[in-house]
């Protein structure tokens, strides 16, 4: 009898460990046929058997009804879940054959859903949760790479991008400086802002060097984008380097003295030295050479107009030269006291101030009808150089009485917007 016991419960622990097994093969055919309730049900009862519960194969089939819910059901939980338990099936088997068949495409899934929830927290303007989704995927990235199971999930630049953007908009500096720079090394041209916020970075730390280079990085990817000129100004100056920038700028102008293009970027860098702004693009104090800068900014539009009288930008420059200039003597005016409104300093301030207007007036006009001209085509700066100009089309005309013309440009910069 003990013989025939011991026999029988040989058998009936055989049957058990083929019964649990049998519930993976179910679960697996239930996952095929989308049944995922079921699947789930199969897989959990495998998962709390002692003789499948340490089986690589249990581990992978779990990770792949996870992943199918996931992303059935856009749940970054569920995919992290499902991550969680290819890695355990891959730890107790590392050489499994059925992870290189079958683990490549819902690996992939579970990446892909953890980074949208990511992008999703993103657009929430939820900085802290859309860099944890963010660093989350790139794990899932990193580990399956690792494993050399056939296939790999590529490097997203965009992703890298927006999670040091997270990072950033979170205060995690360290984190957005490291997925900041790896996206820059990538040369992701996406978002002029990596290199803006990038730029910065290298500031904060003192990296004069990197600085520099990102700045000029930005500036090379997107010409049209005036905070790079800007950044660039800034650097010259809070560097006080200043004068090897205009040694820089004046010594390509020669090299290139017909360039439009070359001339024009001289003009408007040199203008640009003539009238700082601070970081948050207010008016800095002048320069003590700023005269001398504003003529050499004056002579090199009145030059690049010489090549091609139709340039919008240049005439608009040229108009916001005289303009802004008119603009300083007007607060000199605004700052005399009632007394001195009719005094010789106050009509000679207000010569001073008709007498630019009148001089920036035609430059904007032709602006004005350059950019008309090609209003269907206007890039982003291009449109936010063409509504500058308006607005201080606008502006001369209101102070001329001319009221026909001030409601003209309305009518362009509503159409503008």
Known sequence: ?????????????????????????????????????????????????????????????????????????????????????????????????E??????????????????????????????????????????????????????????????????YAANQANKKDDAFTYLKKAADLQFKGEPALYVVLGQLYEEKGDQANWLKTIEQGKALFPKDKRFNDMEMAFYSKTGKTNELLSML?????DNPN???????????????????????????????????????????????????????????????????????NKQLNELDSKQQTSPKAKELQGKVEGLMNQALPFFEKADASFTAKASSLDAGDKQTYESCLYALQKIYAIKNQTAKVEEVKKKLDALK
Not at 145 to 152: H, Q
Not at 285 to 300: F, S
């Open 259 to 329: 360039d439009e293009a070359a001339v024009l970027d001289y003009a408007i860098r040199v203008d640009n030295l003539a009238n700082p702004r601070d970081e948050k693009g207010n008016d800095a104090p002048k320069p003590a050479n700023y005269e001398e800068l504003i003529g050499k900014a004056e002579a090199a539009y009145k030059k690049v107009l010489e090549l091609n009288a139709n340039d919008a930008t240049a005439n608009f420059q040229l108009g916001a030269l005289y303009f802004n200039k008119a603009v300083v003597f």
């Open 99 to 164: 992870a290189i068949l079958e683990m490549s495409g819902p690996m992939f899934n579970v990446y892909a859903t953890v980074a949208n929830a990511g992008y999703g927290f993103l657009n929430e303007q939820k900085w802290d949760s859309s860099l944890v989704d963010f660093k989350h995927a790139f794990e899932i990235a990193e580990f399956y790479n690792s494993k050399n199971l056939g296939t790999t999930i590529p490097t997203d630049t965009a992703l890298t991008f927006y999670t040091g």
């Open 1 to 97: 009898m003990k013989k025939l016991l011991v026999s029988l419960l040989f058998c009936t622990a055989g049957v058990s460990v083929m019964a649990q097994r049998a519930k993976v093969s179910s679960a697996d055919e239930n996952l095929k046929k989308q049944d995922l309730e079921k699947a789930k049900a199969d897989i959990d009862a495998a998962l709390q058997h002692e003789k499948t519960k340490n089986d690589a194969k249990t581990w992978l089939v779990n990770g792949k009804i996870l992943e199918a819910m996931g992303t059935k059901q856009k749940s970054a939980n569920l995919a992290l879940e499902a991550y969680a338990s290819f890695k355990k099936a891959l730890e107790i088997d590392p050489k499994m054959k």
């Open 250 to 254: 004046e010594k390509k102008m020669a």
